[in-house]
């Protein structure tokens, strides 16, 4: 699947960047692929913070922006699962 604008929510931020929320049932390893986030590459800043939820297997994963250069790429990092086991 690609990109689905009705997933991504600004959560908040101020100044120093932003907190994202992107609510899927695409793996997270799809997501946070190279190029995921272009659609919204004039939104997501380089060291914004994403929580990328897994509606499938109610999973969270926490990532962050590395690069955005406003045109052809948006990196994210590999994440860290959060979860209670």
Excluded: H, Q
């Excluded at 600004?10 to 100044?15: D, P």
């Excluded at 997270?28 to 990328?52: C, H, R, S, W, Y």
């Excluded at 926490?62 to 959060?82: D, E, I, L, Q, R």
Aim: aromatic share 8%; net charge negative.
């Amino acid at each position: 699947m690609a990109f689905a604008r009705s997933g991504l929510s600004r959560v908040g931020g101020s100044g120093g960047g932003s907190l994202w929320l992107y609510a899927t049932t695409e793996a997270v390893g799809t997501v946070l692929g190279a190029n995921f986030f272009l659609p919204a590459k004039d939104e997501i800043n380089v060291g914004d913070v994403m929580l990328v939820v897994d509606t499938n297997a109610v999973d969270t994963t926490v990532s962050f922006c590395k690069a955005n250069n406003g045109s052809t790429t948006v990196t994210m990092a590999s994440g860290t699962a959060v979860g209670d086991s």
